[in-house]
């Protein structure tokens, strides 16, 4: 069994990052020996947090941090992603399938439930000082490695 790994990075809340973030936790889990499907899968959920963070954690200042952190534990992959920004006030609402607070921008309100469909598991917390976290979970299939092996 493979030992379990970490890396963090911290980058500017600028949409430019989006695309920086999901190539970075796709080249992290690599070692896991995902499937393509499962490599895009996790790119559109870390998207879609990270998006978020962009979007709505800091609407009145010239921007802020976004943190993200991935992990394996085993076959598990953990992505953390979190911000310093206003916070959601009523997560439990946040995460219903077309809720949205900019309809005006042409949000859709579903990202939560995007970030649901594609991984096994979504945690949505207040971050410890201020701030949202949001926790992917995602259990990669051996698959790749089995066929590789055969
Ligand atoms: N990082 C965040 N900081 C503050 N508010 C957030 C954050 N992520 C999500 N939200 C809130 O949760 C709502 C639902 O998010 P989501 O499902 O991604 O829909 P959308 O981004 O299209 O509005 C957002 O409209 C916003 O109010
Ligand atoms: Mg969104």
Redesign the pocket.
Known sequence: MQKNNYMEVTFPSLSVNEGFARVCVAAFCLQLNPSVDEINDIKTAVS?AV???V???YPKTSGGLINLKCETQGQMLIITVS?N????KDIEK??E?F????PSEE???????VMESFMDKVEVEKNDNK??K?ILYKRISRLQEQVKNA
């Open positions: 879609e998006t978020n963070c979007v709505h954690a911000d920004g206003v916070g959601i946040a995460r399938p809720y949205t607070t900019k949000r859709s309100g579903m990202g939560f439930a701030g949202t949001v």
